[in-house]
């Protein structure tokens, strides 16, 4: 049983800066591409950002520059780094990931921007 797990999520002023976290485990064999999408209230999935298991990233146009992706291969886990944060960026962040080729998703985490 594969569980993805996010964290870190909360309530930010716009300009500040948030990181939210996402564990992967459970039986692991090939971990490969992780990434965050996010869902506006009564907006679509969107696609926030992407990185391989070698690094590359891939961004949304509207928060290239301002979030940053990583990940720890050794913890199963990745990160986004948001700052300059919007009121617009306001979402529950999902965290995914494929694994011995099935996507498995997290439950979500809630960051809200405003003053």
């Known amino acids: 049983q594969v569980q993805l797990v996010e964290s870190g999520g909360g309530l930010v002023q716009p300009g500040g800066s948030l990181r939210v976290s996402c564990a992967a485990s459970?039986?692991?064999?090939?971990?490969?591409?992780m990434g965050w999408y996010r869902q506006a209230l009564g907006k679509e999935r969107e696609l926030v950002a992407s990185?391989?298991?070698?690094?590359?990233?891939n961004y949304a146009d509207s928060v290239k520059g301002r979030f940053t992706i990583s990940r720890d291969n050794a913890k199963n886990t990745v990160y986004l780094q948001m700052d300059s944060l919007k009121p617009e960026d306001t979402a529950v962040y999902y965290c995914?990931?494929?694994?011995?080729?099935?996507?498995?998703w997290g439950k979500g985490t809630l960051v809200t921007v405003s003053s």
């Open positions: 990185i391989t298991f070698g690094g590359n990233t």
């Open positions: 995914y990931a494929i694994i011995d080729h099935g996507l498995y």
């Open positions: 459970g039986s692991i064999f090939r971990l490969s591409n």
